[in-house]
Structures are given as C-alpha cells and as structure tokens.
C-alpha cells in the first residue's frame, strides 16, 4: 500500500502525465520501473532527482517531503500555462447538518480552473481557493450530499447573505449566513426541515468563517 509520499507523488504524476507512469518517467529522465516503485513506496527519489523537478516544473518540494504547502508555491507541478490555476481538494467533509468533525486537512487532488473563467463567471481570482465535499442535507435545495463546492477562502466577512463555509465547536459546515447590524450572525439551513440558529458577537471568536462557498460541482 502506497504511503502518504507516495500518494503525493502519485498526484504529480497525475498532474504533469495525466497518470501515465511512463510518460511521466519519459518527461523526467527516469525508468519507467522506478516510476512505478516510487508510486509504490518501495522506493524513494533521490534529492538531485527532487532537485531537477522542482528545477522544470516548480514542484513544491516542502508539500512532497512534508505534506505541507509553501507559500506561493504549485504543490504537484506544472507544465507552464498561464490560463489555467490549480485547485486543493481538502480531504474533509463540510456537513450541511449538525456539524463534521475536521480529522485531517490533507490534500486528496488538484483540479484545474482557468482563470478568465473565474474572474468572468465567479467573480473571484485563482488565489485561496479549495475544494470541499458536502456532507448531508440540510442545505437542500441548494446544495446536496456529495456536491463539492468551491470556497474563496479570501471572503472571511459576511458583507451580504450568502452559503459559507463554517467552523464551529461543533465542527465543520456549510450553512447560509446573514449578518446585522448589530453584529448577530444567523446561521440558516435553507431546508426547513432542518433548525436554523444565531451567533452572537460575543461568540464569534469561536465560530470561523473559513470562506464563501461561490460554485458547486455535482453527479447527475
């Protein structure tokens, strides 16, 4: 079973080779049988070999090693294209419920957006953007279990009412969040089978809003 480098390195792979472990070793200078050991975890790349990557294709070699993210940094690599930004799937679940207990924050996968799209469409930039998986329905119609939704981890104040990414005590949501004046949050579940509820100012320290949830992708 591949461990957590391996799994990493996998979505390098998957990144610049579309999965192809001998194009991949083709592109790099490699065996193909190496290639294939290392997405393995039988084995591990040498550090002028990490060297050579992060060289051509800017791999964030921090995430690699360590699995956490450089700032300003492309974590899987990439094959120069100024159009397209790539986008973290955190391996977590916002439960569009009571609450989902966040276990890990690690990466799961990239997706490509292009830029203008963003810009024209969403009205956001390539920078501080994730991907999460919804859990539960609470937010139904509006969101269902399974939908990922993508988050402008850049929009952390509610200036008009919109579906959020939530954490609390409780754990991690999504839920639709109108401000007042007078500080109050209410946190509204747009399924009215579902209970909605307030924040008040004094409590908001331990309620963070991680970001504004600005488009959804799901299975039809």
Request: glycine share 6%; hydrophobic share 40%.
């Amino acid at each position: 079973m591949a461990n957590a480098f391996a799994q990493r390195f996998m979505l390098i792979v998957d990144q610049l080779a579309k999965g192809n472990k001998k194009q991949f070793a083709q592109l790099t200078g490699k065996s193909a049988s190496h290639i294939y050991k290392i997405c393995r975890g039988m084995s591990r790349p040498s550090m002028g070999y990490l060297q050579d990557l992060y060289a051509e294709f800017q791999i964030d070699l921090n995430w690699l090693l360590t699995g956490e993210r450089s700032d300003h940094a492309t974590p899987t690599g990439r094959i120069e294209n100024k159009d397209l930004v790539m986008t973290p799937m955190f391996d977590v679940q916002a439960s569009a419920g009571l609450g989902q207990e966040v276990i890990t924050e690690d990466v799961s996968d990239y997706f490509a957006f292009n830029k203008k799209w963003l810009s024209s469409q969403l009205r956001v930039s390539g920078d501080n953007l994730a991907l999460v998986c919804v859990s539960g329905d609470s937010m139904l119609p509006t969101l269902n279990n399974g939908d990922d939704v993508l988050v402008d981890m850049s929009q952390k104040m509610v200036h008009k009412e919109g579906v959020y990414l939530l954490h609390t005590p409780q754990g991690l949501v999504t839920k639709r969040l109108k401000q007042h004046a007078d500080g109050l949050l209410n946190v509204i579940s747009d399924n009215s089978d579902f209970e909605s509820w307030d924040i008040y100012p004094k409590d908001l320290e331990h309620n963070t809003i991680i970001g504004k949830v600005v488009w959804c992708a799901r299975s039809i």
